[in-house]
């Protein structure tokens, strides 16, 4: 919606077993491609460099790609992806961009090595949600990232606004530094090992999608759809006293019994918010929970009981 000239495709991965993002993107007029592998850290190469190719291979050519992945993927393995194949020949990476939530952060982030990659490699950090923290914390979230990353171009944004004169086109991606870690590492395009642990059950469907439970460093996915309404009162208990505090981000688009709007919900942290569109389609629930140490069972139970009783 803001690419005043700049002819840019964007490709959209999820971790998670529906993807929902295709629904939740703002509307454009143009296509949509969505990478819904689950995982683009590992076995989405191959589906990367496949999308890569249509979008290049398209009558209407264009000027920048952004490949938006998931918030648990290591930017390494995205980045040999086109370092490593035939993409090297016809494409330039320009940078990695990694988004701090200001409001969330905290010392056991740092703990995972996933986010720790990605202030390493992002050579763009921006701190988000700089209006609803103190300057003090921002300080101090900066202290703390730069202590990791010195060099890094750091900017500070308001729900992600940011001049695309800072972040596109800039040339920072230091080709060299990745060559070296990946040589470090010792992974390749074509299977690499992670320094991070996964526990993968590969148990693709028809659409070549992961399980919902992908365990990244303890954080798993859960998926859960209904075509019956839920109840807003129930739903608003689920939210205030049993939403357990290793979900760290929720996405989803809610029926409620009590209206005919379509409910476009999003979580990350403590705060949620609920925003109201037209239907297009069947109605139904679709919800996506992303956390750590995740009692599915448990949670799949609370949410059926959210349901309006017929």
Known sequence: SNQKGIKTAVLVNEFGEIGIDNDLIISTDEEVIELSNGCICCTINGELLEAVNRILERKEKIDYLIVETT????????AMTFLGSELRDLTRLDSIITLIDAENFDETILDSQIARAQIIYGDILIINKCDIVKKERIDIIQSRLNAIKNDARMLFAVKGNVSLQLVMSVGLFDTDFYLEQDLKNSSHIHGHSHEHEHEHEHEHDSHNK?????????????????????????FQNFLDNQMPSGVFRAKGILWFFESERRHIFHLAGKRFSLEDSDW?????????????????KMLKKQLSACIKCT
């Open 71 to 78: 918030g648990l993927a290591d930017p390494l393995p995205v």
């Open 210 to 234: 992961h399980s919902e439970h992908i365990d990244i460093e303890g954080f798993t996915s859960l998926s859960f759809t209904t075509e019956e309404p839920f109840e807003l009162k129930k």
């Open 280 to 296: 297009e389609g069947k109605k139904n629930n679709q919800l996506v929970l992303i956390g750590k140490e995740l009692d599915h």
